[in-house]
Structures are given as structure tokens and as C-alpha cells.
């Protein structure tokens, strides 16, 4: 196990080193500086051209690539031109938002799918079955920033129980916090909830039709060590593989929902660095998503080794 | 002859903008306004000053008032920005966010009063001599930093400095500066080399303002980097998380004028505790954030939302005059563009109205040629002949007599601004009617900007005209967006620039204005009326039109 991981782990030089070479392409090679935008939209040519002087940004491209390989060979990404301070120090401090929201969000989605997945494919075909999978349609098909919204305009406005948007650290105060995290983890988490849910219950179908399934019930076991022991244990495998992309996803910043409720995390930062063409960032950003993806579908990989025995003796 | 600050109507002969006899609606709103922010105030403020004239607003010690609707201490204000300000060096950008957060923090040496005329704020007064070349400047004394250093003669000198490396208009004003002497720790010489009637206007509040900051500061700081957000202004820097907030809270030592508000200048009472901004980005977010009382002002909102907004007991909408304007600026460098008889076919080609109905909405705009709305005094007609002609027949005419060969109009646009965009497209669709081949290019902010500074990229984009109180600033009628290189162009602006009396500027500045519509640089399409959103408890804040000053804002309840 452990020279696979190794083998794998080794493997992140060569694509991050794509990876970082596609990306500085693509962000040069879109238009838009980063001088036009800092000097704003009234700005004459003549102190658009001083200010990219005084970045460097005349350089030959070449030569910018080579300082940054340089730089990103010592794990250096840079500075920020927009926010007075490193690049890696920026990303750290958007991993915060980013990651809590993640856990909550998919804390949820599973407290949420999970069981409705598991009642819906127990009660297939029944009202109960139909009204699950309805909601969980809904919920995937429903776009998060709507429902973002909607949660804000019933929770915030209306009701005034929470506030509409804003982050406090769970360190500052505990309670703010999770003032602060509510409403953008139900809208995140609600929306992804009707995966797992369908997944289960999908997978549930298949498992509960299965010949050792037939057999525990003949046994006489109870119908709960039966859904619970027998089928939903390997009703899990497909979740893990998704779940590990959908955190991924999460990983890599929830953009939408953190733009609706002003959450400084990393999909806020990569969006905005986008806009005002704040290169270091978004080369830094995504070298960093690419690392949570690489290394999300390693620890999937792991865990399926675990969880699967099949897989166990199949390597063996 | 030097002025008093507080005393706007003792002026010297050398102040080149006269108040106008005539009081406009918006002078009367304001001189309302002020009067009965001043009579509310003073209670607090003979309260806040009691002790020997003393100030002592820094205090957090101040009884509590029986009537909370009375201007008082305290409370944070929050206000939702539509977006991350790209620096806190005032100079650096026009983007007008920036201005809305360093007004607060940093001075310039003038300020605009209530009619939009330059009176001084870090400076005294200055005089100019009697043959325009010699100006004194005559700065406050006891003018304290963030830092607790005493603004003197060579912090002024060494910010203009650096504001005139970076800033076109600085550069503009030290062109005709020979050489700056400190004279004495709060005196300083500008000998000229030919006179400039704009002297004050140059060094006044505005976007890429000359902020004074210490010396000290600006040594460790170079052109494009300042190294700590240092100024004298009523509220000074606590910290700058993006993507989150930027706080600033009262500064304890700040020198106020004396005099009542009028404008930017007089007294700033800097009744709230701190002003947190607070980057929003998503419009929606912004108006739910105000109506559930988490931010209590929001920069414009679109007309979309006006009539929900207006039934909103927690919310209080004001619509501005119009003061600033939709164009579009044409290229006259590029070979479709650089014919005239292209140019006017596209003048007369356009019906304005259907344009502004599709960018504003019924009721948020108006129809007017003059090229500085909300500056009272600088009002014109000239050209007004040449504006909104709607003759499509007479263009189209013009258009196949031009020669045109129907090369296409690059179009440049974007859907960050809605308005510029919605205007574009019935712009586009007008001008192929007669004749013109359109190509609308949507980009995004960015790469527009960076696009509208290369020459052969585009024939036209569409473009915001700010707020000015003044003709020479920035770049309405320059060359700089659209190369519209005329000598005489150029030397009436020399000319406005120099001026000295107000009435002399007035009738070159409408020789400009009439050029602007003879030569069709750019097209102006009509005049916006800003939609301002706050909470009701907001009170006292100034005017709006060069950023809302919150120096005198406070908060009921």
C-alpha cells in the first residue's frame, strides 16, 4: 500500500508541472491586465503603460514563465498584486471558509440524502418513495444561488433570525459562526443532498435484490440488520467515489454560494482574482485545486482498498 | 489676499469660480440640509466641545441622549461595497470605490463646497500674484497625522510629488511649476512658468486626488506602493481583510475645520465610533443584507428594483439629479472613424431616448447636452443643435456620400455594467438600420480596459462620464480615450486650465463643449439619475456625487 501511494504522490510533480503551464498560458493569453484595472476606468493609455512598466509585465513572456517556475520549484507562488500580501498567504487564509463550509455542506447532504435514500429504495414505489425522490430532483435541479436567496429573504429578512451574509471564525466566537454558516451550508448542502439520495437508493435497489440479501431474510434476521448490516454497508462503495469528487468540487470553492453570501473563500478569491486579472493568485489557486483534486481521488483510491475487500484481494 | 475656510463668501479675487447668483434646487437641498444637521447637532456638539472648546468627540464618554433620533456617538456603520477597491492609495485608481474609502481616511489640501466650488481643507489659502506666476500656499497649522506626526510644508511637497509621477492632472499642474519652495514649515511657493486658474481644482477631492501623506510614510514608500494608509483624515485605518471588510474607526486626534458642513468642507463631527465596508458583490445580496439591517448604505442599486424598494419601510430610497452620463467614445485613429462624415452619420443616425429607456427605464434619466450634469455653474447648451438628432435619413444620405465601405464597426461592451450593455445593443441596432455594419464585442471589465488602450481594436465602446465639478478634470474632452487630437481643441483647454476668472473659463468651456459636438470624438446619450439606497437610520450623510461622505453621518436609535 504504501509504495502505491508513494507512486501515486510521485506522480503530482509531473502534473502539477501541466498543470501550471496550461494555466500561465491561458491567463496571459486571455485579455485584460492587471494595470488597466488597478488605475480604473478613466485611466489615460500613458499611465496604464507606466503602471505594467512598474509590474514587470513588459517582460517577455518567456522570461515570466522562467521566473515563475523558478519561483514555484521552492514552493514560492508569488505575491499578490491586488492584496498586499503572498499568494500562499491569501489561499491560507480563504482555506478557513472554504473548508468549514465544505464539512457543513456535506455534513448536511449526507444527514439529509443518506436517509431519505436509504427510506425511499425500503418504500420503493410507494407515495413516500415518490415525494423523496421528487424533493431530491428538486434540490439537484434547483440552483444553489437561488435558493441562497430564498433562504435569506425567509431567515434574514423576514424572520431576522440570521444574518444575511458575512463570516466570523469559529475561534472569535463560536456562535457567530455558526450564525454565519447556516444559511450558506443549507443552500450548499440541500442542493447536493439529492445525490447521495438517489445514489442510495439506486444502489440500495440493486443490493436488496441480491441472492445474500435473500438469504438474511430467510434466515429470519430482522429487516433493519438486514438494510442496515447487509445492504446499505455495500450501498456505500459508489457514495465514497462520489463523495471524494464532490469534495473535490467543495474543495476547490463553492463560488456561487460564497459570492451569495460574501464568504471570503477560495472560490470567492479565484473569481475575483479572474476579474481584476490578479495572475499570481489565479495561478496559485488553481495549482492548489488541482493538488485538493489529485490528492481527494487519492484518499478515495485509499479508502476503497479499506472498504471493499474484493479490492484487498484483488491487490494481494 | 488670502480666505478664510469657514467663511465661503469671503472669497479672494484670485478664487477662480464665483458663486452663481442663482440657487438650484440641489444648493437649496443642501444648504437645508446642512441647517438642520446643524441645529440637531447642537446640543452634542456644544456637549462634545464643552470643555474649553476642546474636542473631545473622540471620547466615548458621552451622555446618552433622550431622543435617539437626535445626532449622537457611537455605532459602526456598514456599508456593502459592489466590490473590492483595487488599492488604498487614493492616487492609484479612478475607480470611484477607492475614493469612497480613502475619503475617509486621507486630505487633500482643497475641497468642494456645497455649490461645487474649491475651498481649502489642508491648506490655509493661497494667493496668486498679480501676474498669475507666483502661488503661496498657506497650510493649517497643528494638522495631525494617523500616526501623530504634524503635517507640515515638506509632507505636502513630498505627496504632490508623487501624486504629479503618477497622476495625469498632476502632471498637467507641475508642468507649469518651475519650482516648489517650502517657504516656512506651513508655507510653500509655486513659482510658475505660465499662470494656472486651476490651481485649487488640481489639489481639490476627486478620483486620483492629491492625498497628503507624511513624509516619513512616502520615504518608504515608492510610486506605486505606499507603505502605510497614513492621512489626516476623519477616520483612520484599522485593517483591510479583502473579500471581507476594510474598518477604519474614529481618529481621536483629527483637526476639523470649523464652519458648518456646506459641501465636503466645514465642520466634520465624526459622530460614528468606526465605517466598515464591506465587499458584496451579488446586487440581490446587497438589497437583502440592507433590508435585514446587516449593512445600513449600498452603492447604486439598478432601476430595476426602485418600486419594490419604495414600499420597503426598512429602507430609504433617494433618487439623485442626474451627474453623470451614458456615451460612447469613438476612435478617431481608426480609418472607418477617422472620417467626420462617419462620425456625424452616427451622430444623427441615433435616437437617444429608445437607448436610455433600454439602459435606465422610464423616470431614471434625462436629455441634456451638457457635458458636466450636477455641476450647476458649468451648465451649457453649446451644441445642443448637434444632440440627439434622430435623423436617420439625413445620416444614411451622409453615410453612402462618406464613402463607407461597410467595413464593421467594432462595438466594444460589457455585462458588468447592465445598462452599458442594454444601451449598446439598441445602439448597434440603430446604426445598422442606416447603413453601418455593427460588431458588438462583449467583454469583461478587464479586458475592455486593457482593450480600449490599443488603437486598432476597436471603432467604439461604450463608456461611463462621472461626476466633475470642474471641466479640467480628468479626461472627458482629452485625447486620451479616443485620440481626438485638434489644436484648437488643445489650446482651449490650455487656455481653460489657465483662466483665472470664472467667467472668461465659462465662455471657453463652452467653445469645447461646442467642439465636443462639431467633432464627434466621442457621443454623449444621456444624463443618469443614480438610485441611492440606505437604511433609514442613516442620517446626516453629505453629498454623494464625488462619494458619500459619512464625516457627519450617524445612526438612530
Redesign the interface.
Given at each position: 500500500m504504501i509504495p502505491y501511494i508513494t507512486r501515486r504522490l510521485a506522480l503530482l510533480l509531473p502534473v502539477m508541472l501541466i498543470v501550471g503551464t496550461v494555466t500561465f498560458t491561458l491567463i496571459h493569453l486571455?485579455?485584460?491586465?492587471?494595470a488597466?484595472?488597478?488605475?480604473?476606468?478613466?485611466?489615460?493609455?500613458?499611465?496604464?503603460?507606466?503602471?505594467r512598466r512598474?509590474?514587470g509585465m513588459n517582460d517577455p513572456l518567456p522570461l515570466q514563465y522562467a521566473s515563475w517556475l523558478a519561483d514555484a520549484a521552492r514552493f514560492d507562488l508569488g505575491d499578490s498584486i491586488?492584496?498586499?500580501r503572498s499568494v500562499a498567504s491569501?489561499i491560507v487564509?480563504?482555506a478557513a471558509p472554504t473548508l468549514q463550509l465544505a464539512f457543513y455542506a456535506l455534513t448536511i447532504a449526507l444527514l439529509v440524502g443518506v436517509p431519505a435514500g436509504i427510506i425511499a429504495a425500503l418504500r420503493q414505489n410507494s407515495p413516500v418513495d415518490r415525494l423523496l425522490m421528487t424533493l431530491s430532483i428538486g434540490g439537484t435541479a434547483i440552483a444553489d444561488?437561488f435558493l441562497g436567496?430564498l433562504l435569506?429573504?425567509l431567515f434574514?429578512?423576514t424572520l431576522?433570525w440570521l444574518?444575511?451574509?458575512?463570516?466570523v471564525e469559529f475561534t472569535v466566537s463560536p456562535v457567530a459562526h455558526a450564525r454565519s454558516m447556516v444559511l450558506p451550508s443549507l443552500a450548499l448542502g440541500l442542493s447536493i443532498a439529492g445525490l447521495p439520495a438517489r445514489l442510495i437508493r439506486s444502489t440500495m435497489l440493486d443490493i436488496l435484490r441480491e441472492d445474500y440479501i435473500r438469504t438474511a431474510v430467510a434466515k429470519g434476521l430482522r429487516p433493519s440488520v438486514v438494510a442496515f448490516r447487509h445492504a446499505f454497508r455495500n450501498a456505500l462503495l459508489p457514495l465514497v467515489t462520489v463523495l471524494g469528487y464532490t469534495l473535490g468540487d467543495l474543495l476547490g470553492g463553492a463560488v456561487v454560494v460564497e459570492?451569495?453570501?460574501?464568504l471570503?473563500g477560495i472560490g470567492?478569491?479565484v473569481v475575483?482574482s479572474i476579474?481584476?486579472?490578479d495572475f499570481p493568485v489565479i495561478q496559485g489557486v488553481v495549482m492548489v485545486i488541482a493538488v485538493f483534486y489529485l490528492l481527494s481521488n487519492l484518499l478515495v483510491d485509499v479508502l476503497y482498498v479499506y472498504l471493499d475487500p474484493r479490492v484487498r484481494h484483488v491487490r494481494r | 489676499m488670502t480666505y478664510v475656510p469657514d467663511t465661503p463668501q469671503c472669497r479672494p479675487a484670485t478664487d477662480v469660480t464665483p458663486r452663481p447668483d442663482r440657487v438650484s434646487r440641489r444648493t437649496f437641498l443642501r444648504r437645508a440640509l446642512a441647517a438642520a444637521v446643524s441645529a440637531s447637532a447642537l446640543p452634542t456638539l456644544l456637549s462634545a466641545c464643552g470643555g474649553g472648546g476642546e474636542d473631545r468627540s473622540g471620547a466615548t464618554a458621552v451622555t446618552p441622549r433622550p431622543d435617539p433620533r437626535l445626532p449622537h456617538y457611537g455605532e459602526t456603520l456598514r456599508v456593502a461595497l459592489s466590490?473590492?477597491p483595487?488599492?488604498l492609495d487614493m492616487i492609484?485608481?479612478?475607480?470611484?470605490i477607492?475614493l469612497l474609502v480613502t475619503g475617509h481616511m486621507y486630505e487633500t489640501l482643497f475641497t468642494w463646497d456645497g455649490d461645487y466650488l474649491p475651498v481649502p481643507l489642508l491648506a490655509e489659502s493661497h494667493e496668486v500674484s498679480d501676474d498669475g506666476l507666483l502661488i503661496t500656499l498657506r497650510l493649517r497649522g497643528g494638522v495631525p497625522f494617523h500616526n501623530g506626526e504634524v503635517m507640515d510644508a515638506d509632507d505636502v511637497i513630498a505627496s504632490i510629488g508623487r501624486w504629479e509621477r503618477?497622476?495625469?492632472i498632476g502632471e498637467l499642474l507641475l508642468g507649469h511649476v518651475d519650482a516648489i519652495i517650502a517657504v516656512d514649515q506651513h508655507t510653500i511657493e509655486f513659482r510658475l512658468n505660465a499662470p494656472y486658474g486651476t490651481f485649487a481644482v488640481a489639489l481639490a477631492r476627486g478620483?486620483q486626488g492629491c492625498a497628503i501623506h507624511p513624509k516619513s510614510v512616502l520615504d518608504r514608500s515608492d510610486?506605486?506602493n505606499l507603505a502605510e494608509p497614513i492621512g489626516t483624515g476623519p477616520y483612520r485605518f484599522v485593517g483591510?481583510?479583502?473579500?471581507?471588510h476594510i474598518q477604519l474607526e474614529r481618529f481621536a486626534g483629527y483637526a476639523s475645520t470649523a464652519g458648518d458642513p456646506d459641501g465636503y468642507a466645514g465642520r466634520k463631527a465624526r459622530y460614528l465610533d468606526g465605517i466598515e465596508f464591506?465587499?458584496?458583490?451579488?446586487e440581490?445580496?446587497r438589497l437583502?443584507?440592507l433590508?435585514?439591517?446587516?449593512y445600513h448604505y449600498l452603492e447604486t442599486v439598478s432601476p430595476d428594483h426602485y418600486p419594490t424598494l419604495l414600499d420597503d419601510p426598512n429602507v430609504a430610497v433617494d433618487l439623485l439629479p442626474p451627474d453623470s452620463w451614458l456615451s460612447v467614445v469613438l476612435n478617431m485613429r481608426s480609418p472607418v472613424l477617422a472620417s467626420l462624415d462617419v462620425r456625424r452619420a452616427i451622430q444623427l443616425a441615433l435616437d437617444h431616448e429608445p437607448i436610455m429607456q433600454a439602459a435606465f427605464g422610464e423616470g431614471f434619466f434625462e436629455l441634456t447636452p451638457t457635458l458636466l450634469p450636477g455641476a450647476d455653474a458649468w451648465h451649457s447648451d453649446a451644441g445642443a443643435e448637434h444632440f440627439n438628432q434622430r435623423r436617420p435619413d439625413v445620416a444614411r444620405e451622409l453615410l453612402q456620400q462618406s464613402g463607407y465601405d461597410g467595413s464593421p464597426l467594432r462595438f466594444l461592451t460589457t455585462q458588468e455594467i447592465q445598462q452599458e450593455y442594454n444601451g449598446t445593443l439598441v445602439m448597434a441596432q440603430q446604426l445598422e438600420t442606416i447603413g453601418f455594419t455593427v460588431d458588438v464585442q462583449v467583454?469583461?471589465?478587464?479586458?475592455?480596459?486593457?482593450?480600449r488602450?490599443d488603437e486598432g481594436r476597436w471603432e467604439m465602446y461604450s463608456?461611463?462620464a462621472?461626476f466633475r465639478p470642474d471641466p479640467t478634470m480628468?479626461?472627458i474632452t482629452?485625447s486620451?480615450?479616443g485620440w481626438w487630437e485638434d489644436e484648437a481643441k488643445d489650446q482651449l483647454l490650455a487656455d481653460l486650465g489657465a483662466e483665472l476668472d470664472f467667467g472668461a473659463r465659462f465662455a471657453i468651456w463652452e467653445q469645447v463643449q461646442h467642439l465636443f459636438y462639431e467633432q464627434v470624438p466621442r457621443l454623449k446619450i444621456g444624463d443618469s439619475r443614480r438610485i441611492l439606497v440606505r437604511s433609514p437610520k442613516l442620517r446626516g450623510a453629505g453629498p454623494d456625487e464625488l462619494q458619500p461622505d459619512f464625516s457627519n453621518a450617524w445612526l438612530e436609535g
Amino acid at each position: 500500500m504504501i509504495p502505491y501511494i508513494t507512486r501515486r504522490l510521485a506522480l503530482l510533480l509531473p502534473v502539477m508541472l501541466i498543470v501550471g503551464t496550461v494555466t500561465f498560458t491561458l491567463i496571459h493569453l486571455t485579455p485584460g491586465d492587471p494595470a488597466a484595472v488597478m488605475l480604473g476606468p478613466e485611466a489615460t493609455p500613458e499611465e496604464v503603460e507606466r503602471l505594467r512598466r512598474q509590474m514587470g509585465m513588459n517582460d517577455p513572456l518567456p522570461l515570466q514563465y522562467a521566473s515563475w517556475l523558478a519561483d514555484a520549484a521552492r514552493f514560492d507562488l508569488g505575491d499578490s498584486i491586488f492584496l498586499n500580501r503572498s499568494v500562499a498567504s491569501a489561499i491560507v487564509e480563504r482555506a478557513a471558509p472554504t473548508l468549514q463550509l465544505a464539512f457543513y455542506a456535506l455534513t448536511i447532504a449526507l444527514l439529509v440524502g443518506v436517509p431519505a435514500g436509504i427510506i425511499a429504495a425500503l418504500r420503493q414505489n410507494s407515495p413516500v418513495d415518490r415525494l423523496l425522490m421528487t424533493l431530491s430532483i428538486g434540490g439537484t435541479a434547483i440552483a444553489d444561488f437561488f435558493l441562497g436567496i430564498l433562504l435569506i429573504l425567509l431567515f434574514s429578512v423576514t424572520l431576522r433570525w440570521l444574518p444575511s451574509g458575512g463570516y466570523v471564525e469559529f475561534t472569535v466566537s463560536p456562535v457567530a459562526h455558526a450564525r454565519s454558516m447556516v444559511l450558506p451550508s443549507l443552500a450548499l448542502g440541500l442542493s447536493i443532498a439529492g445525490l447521495p439520495a438517489r445514489l442510495i437508493r439506486s444502489t440500495m435497489l440493486d443490493i436488496l435484490r441480491e441472492d445474500y440479501i435473500r438469504t438474511a431474510v430467510a434466515k429470519g434476521l430482522r429487516p433493519s440488520v438486514v438494510a442496515f448490516r447487509h445492504a446499505f454497508r455495500n450501498a456505500l462503495l459508489p457514495l465514497v467515489t462520489v463523495l471524494g469528487y464532490t469534495l473535490g468540487d467543495l474543495l476547490g470553492g463553492a463560488v456561487v454560494v460564497e459570492t451569495v453570501f460574501s464568504l471570503p473563500g477560495i472560490g470567492q478569491l479565484v473569481v475575483n482574482s479572474i476579474g481584476r486579472r490578479d495572475f499570481p493568485v489565479i495561478q496559485g489557486v488553481v495549482m492548489v485545486i488541482a493538488v485538493f483534486y489529485l490528492l481527494s481521488n487519492l484518499l478515495v483510491d485509499v479508502l476503497y482498498v479499506y472498504l471493499d475487500p474484493r479490492v484487498r484481494h484483488v491487490r494481494r | 489676499m488670502t480666505y478664510v475656510p469657514d467663511t465661503p463668501q469671503c472669497r479672494p479675487a484670485t478664487d477662480v469660480t464665483p458663486r452663481p447668483d442663482r440657487v438650484s434646487r440641489r444648493t437649496f437641498l443642501r444648504r437645508a440640509l446642512a441647517a438642520a444637521v446643524s441645529a440637531s447637532a447642537l446640543p452634542t456638539l456644544l456637549s462634545a466641545c464643552g470643555g474649553g472648546g476642546e474636542d473631545r468627540s473622540g471620547a466615548t464618554a458621552v451622555t446618552p441622549r433622550p431622543d435617539p433620533r437626535l445626532p449622537h456617538y457611537g455605532e459602526t456603520l456598514r456599508v456593502a461595497l459592489s466590490g473590492e477597491p483595487p488599492s488604498l492609495d487614493m492616487i492609484q485608481s479612478t475607480d470611484a470605490i477607492v475614493l469612497l474609502v480613502t475619503g475617509h481616511m486621507y486630505e487633500t489640501l482643497f475641497t468642494w463646497d456645497g455649490d461645487y466650488l474649491p475651498v481649502p481643507l489642508l491648506a490655509e489659502s493661497h494667493e496668486v500674484s498679480d501676474d498669475g506666476l507666483l502661488i503661496t500656499l498657506r497650510l493649517r497649522g497643528g494638522v495631525p497625522f494617523h500616526n501623530g506626526e504634524v503635517m507640515d510644508a515638506d509632507d505636502v511637497i513630498a505627496s504632490i510629488g508623487r501624486w504629479e509621477r503618477v497622476v495625469g492632472i498632476g502632471e498637467l499642474l507641475l508642468g507649469h511649476v518651475d519650482a516648489i519652495i517650502a517657504v516656512d514649515q506651513h508655507t510653500i511657493e509655486f513659482r510658475l512658468n505660465a499662470p494656472y486658474g486651476t490651481f485649487a481644482v488640481a489639489l481639490a477631492r476627486g478620483l486620483q486626488g492629491c492625498a497628503i501623506h507624511p513624509k516619513s510614510v512616502l520615504d518608504r514608500s515608492d510610486d506605486y506602493n505606499l507603505a502605510e494608509p497614513i492621512g489626516t483624515g476623519p477616520y483612520r485605518f484599522v485593517g483591510w481583510q479583502p473579500d471581507r471588510h476594510i474598518q477604519l474607526e474614529r481618529f481621536a486626534g483629527y483637526a476639523s475645520t470649523a464652519g458648518d458642513p456646506d459641501g465636503y468642507a466645514g465642520r466634520k463631527a465624526r459622530y460614528l465610533d468606526g465605517i466598515e465596508f464591506v465587499p458584496v458583490r451579488n446586487e440581490a445580496s446587497r438589497l437583502a443584507g440592507l433590508q435585514a439591517g446587516d449593512y445600513h448604505y449600498l452603492e447604486t442599486v439598478s432601476p430595476d428594483h426602485y418600486p419594490t424598494l419604495l414600499d420597503d419601510p426598512n429602507v430609504a430610497v433617494d433618487l439623485l439629479p442626474p451627474d453623470s452620463w451614458l456615451s460612447v467614445v469613438l476612435n478617431m485613429r481608426s480609418p472607418v472613424l477617422a472620417s467626420l462624415d462617419v462620425r456625424r452619420a452616427i451622430q444623427l443616425a441615433l435616437d437617444h431616448e429608445p437607448i436610455m429607456q433600454a439602459a435606465f427605464g422610464e423616470g431614471f434619466f434625462e436629455l441634456t447636452p451638457t457635458l458636466l450634469p450636477g455641476a450647476d455653474a458649468w451648465h451649457s447648451d453649446a451644441g445642443a443643435e448637434h444632440f440627439n438628432q434622430r435623423r436617420p435619413d439625413v445620416a444614411r444620405e451622409l453615410l453612402q456620400q462618406s464613402g463607407y465601405d461597410g467595413s464593421p464597426l467594432r462595438f466594444l461592451t460589457t455585462q458588468e455594467i447592465q445598462q452599458e450593455y442594454n444601451g449598446t445593443l439598441v445602439m448597434a441596432q440603430q446604426l445598422e438600420t442606416i447603413g453601418f455594419t455593427v460588431d458588438v464585442q462583449v467583454l469583461d471589465g478587464a479586458a475592455l480596459s486593457a482593450a480600449r488602450n490599443d488603437e486598432g481594436r476597436w471603432e467604439m465602446y461604450s463608456a461611463w462620464a462621472s461626476f466633475r465639478p470642474d471641466p479640467t478634470m480628468r479626461n472627458i474632452t482629452a485625447s486620451a480615450t479616443g485620440w481626438w487630437e485638434d489644436e484648437a481643441k488643445d489650446q482651449l483647454l490650455a487656455d481653460l486650465g489657465a483662466e483665472l476668472d470664472f467667467g472668461a473659463r465659462f465662455a471657453i468651456w463652452e467653445q469645447v463643449q461646442h467642439l465636443f459636438y462639431e467633432q464627434v470624438p466621442r457621443l454623449k446619450i444621456g444624463d443618469s439619475r443614480r438610485i441611492l439606497v440606505r437604511s433609514p437610520k442613516l442620517r446626516g450623510a453629505g453629498p454623494d456625487e464625488l462619494q458619500p461622505d459619512f464625516s457627519n453621518a450617524w445612526l438612530e436609535g
